[in-house]
């Protein structure tokens, strides 16, 4: 299966259990694979063909910065709903980071992996 991917995409938003950490927004980095097959996409040359990147970024980054939600995990699941609804996407990779979260480490977060559930 080929891969889309979005690479270190940022948002701010509020995330976390903490009460200082529900006063304003913190950064997140997020990543995500999408696996699709771009064979339709690499003959027709034609975006309507590709799982548009873009629109996703926008989509994940946006629900990223509203959400509100408590857990990496919670955010990371409602990520993995958002790209298992475009068009092509079969499976994914999201992965949820808080940069300077805990001390003396660079990021922490959660990666999870979901398939589309069977119709």
């Known amino acids: 299966m080929d891969k889309v991917f979005i690479k270190d995409l940022v948002a701010r938003g509020i995330i976390g259990v903490n009460e200082w950490e529900r006063e304003g927004p913190q950064e997140m980095l997020i990543n995500i694979t999408a696996f699709t097959d771009?064979?339709?996409a690499a003959q027709t040359d034609d975006l309507a063909d590709c799982v548009d990147y873009s629109a996703l970024?926008?989509?994940?980054?946006?629900?990223?910065e509203t959400a509100a939600r408590f857990t990496v995990e919670a955010l990371a699941g409602d990520l993995a709903d958002i790209c298992l609804g475009e068009k092509g996407v079969e499976k994914v990779i999201v992965r949820v980071e808080k940069p300077g979260a805990v001390r003396f480490a660079s990021s922490v977060?959660?990666?999870?992996?979901?398939?589309?559930?069977p119709k």
């Open 57 to 64: 970024a926008q989509k994940v980054q946006a629900h990223a």
């Open 38 to 40: 771009t064979r339709r």
């Open 109 to 117: 977060g959660v990666e999870i992996e979901r398939m589309k559930s």
